[in-house]
T-cell receptor
Framework: DAKTTQPNSMESNEEEPVHLPCNHSTISGTDYIHWYRQLPSQGPEYVIH???SNVNNRMASLAIAEDRKSSTLILHRATLRDAAVYYC???????????FGTGTRLKVLA | EAGVVQSPRYKIIEKKQPVAFWCNPISGHNTLYWYRQNLGQGPELLIR????????DSQLPKDRFSAERLKGVDSTLKIQPAELGDSAVYLC???????????FGQGTRLTVV
C-alpha cells in the first residue's frame, strides 16, 4: 500500500488561508487521494477526495500535482473550528481501504 | 438524518474481562468498518463488512477479537479477554458502498485497568 507523508503540525491565523501538504511519491495510477479531519473527541470527518484533477467543495479545495506525487489541501479561510488533525490517505479504486498515518495537527490562532 | 451511532461512549474494565461495542450504521449503508485508534495515532482498520459478509479482517486479532453484523445492519465488536494494550478508541464507520465517503461514529473509548 502506498504511504503518505505529512508535517506533524502547522499553525495558521484565523481568517487566513491554510495550505496543508501531503507527499505520496509511491502513488499508483488507480489510487485516490482522500482527506479526512478529526476534531477533538470526534470520529474522522470526510473533507474531500480526488484522483487527478483539482477538486473543490464547500469545505475545501484539493490541489493535485501533475505527477500526482503530492497534493495540497486548501482551507480558504481558517476558523477556530477548523483546528483538527488532518489526514491524507490513499486508497485503491474498488478497495476503499484507508491506511491512516499520524496526520497534521492544525492549530488556528485567534 | 442520524449519523453512525456507537455505544457505549466510554468503558472501563479490568483486564481479562470481556467487553462488547455496538454500532448502528447510517440507514442503507452497505459497508461497515471497525477501526481502532491508539493515543496520538491515526485509526487502524480492524474489519470491513459488505452487508453481512466480512470481506477484510486481516488486521483483526482473531485470538481475542470477534465481530458480527447481523442482517447486514447493526454490528458488534467483542474482545475476550481484554488486555491492557487494548485500551484505545474503537471507531465504527459506514459508507453507502465501497469507494464512497465514509461516515464515522464518535467512538467508544476503552480503558483496561
Amino acid at each position: 500500500d502506498a504511504k503518505t507523508t505529512q508535517p506533524n503540525s502547522m499553525e495558521s491565523n484565523e481568517e487566513e488561508p491554510v495550505h496543508l501538504p501531503c507527499n505520496h511519491s509511491t502513488i499508483s495510477g488507480t489510487d485516490y487521494i482522500h482527506w479526512y479531519r478529526q476534531l477533538p473527541s470526534q470520529g474522522p470527518e470526510y473533507v474531500i477526495h480526488g484522483l487527478t484533477s483539482n477538486v473543490n467543495n464547500r469545505m475545501a479545495s484539493l490541489a493535485i500535482a501533475e505527477d500526482r506525487k503530492s497534493s495540497t489541501l486548501i482551507l480558504h479561510r481558517a476558523t477556530l473550528r477548523d483546528a483538527a488533525v488532518y489526514y491524507c490517505i490513499l486508497s485503491k479504486a474498488g478497495t476503499y481501504k484507508y491506511i491512516f498515518g499520524t496526520g497534521t495537527r492544525l492549530k488556528v490562532l485567534a | 438524518e442520524a449519523g453512525v451511532v456507537q455505544s457505549p461512549r466510554y468503558k472501563i474494565i479490568e483486564k481479562k474481562q470481556p467487553v462488547a461495542f455496538w454500532c448502528n450504521p447510517i440507514s442503507g449503508h452497505n459497508t461497515l468498518y471497525w477501526y481502532r485508534q491508539n493515543l496520538g495515532q491515526g485509526p487502524e482498520l480492524l474489519i470491513r463488512y459488505e452487508n453481512e459478509e466480512a470481506v477484510d479482517d486481516s488486521q483483526l486479532p482473531k485470538d481475542r477479537f470477534s465481530a458480527e453484523r447481523l442482517k447486514g445492519v447493526d454490528s458488534t465488536l467483542k474482545i475476550q479477554p481484554a488486555e491492557l494494550g487494548d485500551s484505545a478508541v474503537y471507531l465504527c464507520a459506514s459508507s453507502l458502498m465501497v469507494n464512497t465517503e465514509a461516515f464515522f461514529g464518535q467512538g467508544t473509548r476503552l480503558t483496561v485497568v
